[in-house]
């Protein structure tokens, strides 16, 4: 693929969630990465950057979710069935895969960052290939949950804790349950969703003894052409989001953002 040109494909499904959500499926063959992204473009509107959010054993399609938010996606959601997109990609780096297998992991997911996880999430209980697997989700209400039938099929192989600002069983934010997770320690964690988690998310894993290097972030604020030409993406002046994220090694991004947490 010539990374600079859209590639013509057809949505083949499409399926509308609460407050202005769709998710798409998208004829190609693409093999990618769990927590890589596309640039989804439409002629004569513009193009974003979106995550991949099924999984790469799912062959001859690839899934994306959005929220109606501007111009490109409102117009993205007049489409349906049988209409076409352009695509590019995937780019960026992905979850660690080789490095967790036969791992302890946990997903932490706030609001929109479930989209990456569930690329990582239905690999990993599809092969089979962490030795166990605890997934926290948190979003503002029940509404706002996604992939609710899917969250079902999880609990049989997975440890699952849903977390909700408003409503539901346990209420509050995604950090305060990590305690509930019950870890030990050893754990991988992969951690995505609105900027303002993951302070407290990451220090209450690093107070659960989970080490900065085992601990990755999924960061997509700020991208824009994905292949590092534009320099919108730009991390602490050293990295680009795009290239050598999204997926970040905390240890890695807390140095690039000079930040403390």
């Known amino acids: 693929m010539n990374h600079y040109l859209p590639e013509k494909a057809e949505i083949i499904d499409c399926k509308e969630f609460p407050y202005e959500k769709k998710l798409f499926r998208i004829k190609a063959n693409i093999d990618f990465i769990p927590g890589q992204f596309v640039e989804i473009s439409l002629a004569g509107i513009g193009e974003f950057p979106v995550s991949i959010c099924s999984a790469p054993h799912e062959k001859g399609y690839f899934e994306i979710c959005v929220k109606k938010l501007g111009k490109v996606t409102s117009q993205l959601f007049k ?19 080789n490095e967790l297998k036969g791992k302890d992991v946990v997903i932490v997911a706030g609001g929109l960052g479930i989209l990456p996880l569930r690329s990582f999430i239905k690999e990993a209980l599809h092969n089979n ?36 600002e408003e409503g539901g069983k346990r209420k509050g934010y995604v950090s305060d349950f990590i305690d509930e997770a019950n870890l030990k320690g050893n754990e991988y964690a992969l951690v995505c969703g609105p900027p303002a988690m993951f302070k407290p998310v990451i220090n209450q894993l690093k107070k659960n003894g989970i080490e900065n290097e085992k601990i990755y972030l999924s960061i997509e604020r700020r991208m824009k052409c994905g292949i590092g030409k534009c320099g919108h993406c730009i991390v602490g002046g050293e990295y680009y989001t795009c290239i050598d994220g999204p997926v970040f090694n905390y240890k890695a991004y807390k140095k690039a953002e000079k930040i403390k947490l």
Not at 87 to 95: A, D, Q
Not at 133 to 151: A, C, H, N, Q, S
């Open 129 to 164: 290939f962490c030795n166990s697997l605890t997934i926290l989700y948190g979003v503002k209400e029940p509404l706002d949950m996604l992939f609710k039938e899917e969250l079902k099929e999880w609990r049989e192989k997975a440890k699952v804790i849903d977390v909700y």
């Open 79 to 97: 489409l349906n069935e049988s209409d076409f997109i352009g695509y590019r990609g995937p780019f960026g780096n992905g979850f660690p895969i």
